[in-house]
């Protein structure tokens, strides 16, 4: 990758990907359209890094206000803000656990039987990616797809939820690349679980903000790869809903407050390469671009 592409994913990493970005230049981009709020504003939240601190803020405009207290709690705007361009888009919380959902749209099942529950598994932490940070392939991986999806953003601890507690402990949602090596989850090379295929280092992107107050049942989730959009679906047509998926979760194990759950990929998947850029492109929360680059 030459010097302008370096420079120009930089300056797009921070200050175009949030809600109406501009594209990477030759790229096919969709016409956006606001997500209707559930109640009152949509709200974006990110995590930057800036002055040698990582912080909470609220965007505004292209200023992020710094806030204090935990985002997840108490937290309340202070009166310094930092300016967007100046910062460093980092993944937008910093859960425990990393959970997922698959088989989550029938465009996706491949012959399949309709699943009769949400089908769960884990990702690791040291998965998530910041947005323009680059997705590496590792060694020896052959088959390195990508998997566009909204991403459920945790707020409350819940365990045994009710679906109005369900719906309650969702503070936002957010952009995710569910990366996933085929050879190694059901392929000639697959191991016992999925550790490698779907948890290896930089194999779950996410961000560039969290929304909140977007009606997250009706929004157009898009992957574009170089440009070319290669999966484009609403979340209307999830087989489990948001709160059905974290109901069925916290009936089995404690979740967290800033805990976040992949919700599932729709259409079909393809392999991505060094040299590639992946583009998540969710309506009402923004774009998560990574570049593809070898391990």
């Known amino acids: 990758m030459g010097h302008n592409r370096r420079t120009f994913l930089q300056s797009v990493s921070a200050s175009s990907l949030i809600a109406g970005a501009v594209p990477q230049a030759g790229a096919v981009q969709a016409t956006p359209s606001a997500a209707k709020p559930r109640s009152g504003q949509v709200r974006h939240f990110v995590r930057i890094a800036h002055g040698g601190a990582n912080r909470y803020g609220l965007l505004e405009g292209e200023q992020v206000r710094i806030l204090a207290g935990g985002l997840f709690g108490d937290h309340r705007p202070t009166g310094q803000t930092v300016a967007l361009r100046d910062a460093k888009l980092l993944f937008p919380c910093e859960p425990r656990q990393v959970i997922a959902c698959g088989l989550n749209y029938r465009s996706h099942l491949d012959g399949a039987p309709v699943p009769t529950r949400p089908e769960i598994f884990f990702k690791s932490i040291s998965c998530l990616q910041n947005p323009g940070d680059p997705i590496l392939i590792p060694p020896g991986a052959k088959n390195v797809h990508f998997e566009a999806e909204l991403v459920i953003v945790v707020g409350k601890p819940v365990r045994n939820a009710t679906r109005a507690q369900a719906e309650a402990a969702i503070f936002g949602v957010t952009c995710g690349n569910d990366v996933s090596e085929r050879d190694w989850q ?12 779907k948890g290896a280092a930089t194999f779950g992107p996410l961000g560039p903000s969290i929304a909140r107050g977007v009606n997250y049942g009706n929004l157009l989730v898009q992957m574009r790869l170089n440009g070319k959009v290669m999966q484009k679906q609403y979340t209307s047509d999830l ?11 916290s009936k089995y194990m404690d979740v967290y407050p800033g805990d976040v759950i992949y919700t599932g990929t729709p259409g079909s998947t393809s392999a991505m390469k060094p040299g590639d850029i992946a583009e998540v492109d969710i309506e009402g929360i923004g774009i998560l671009r990574n570049p593809v680059k070898a391990g």
């Open 239 to 249: 087989i489990f809903d948001l709160p059905s998926i974290l109901m069925h979760v």
């Open 186 to 197: 059901g392929g000639p090379d697959k191991d016992l679980q999925w550790w490698r295929a």
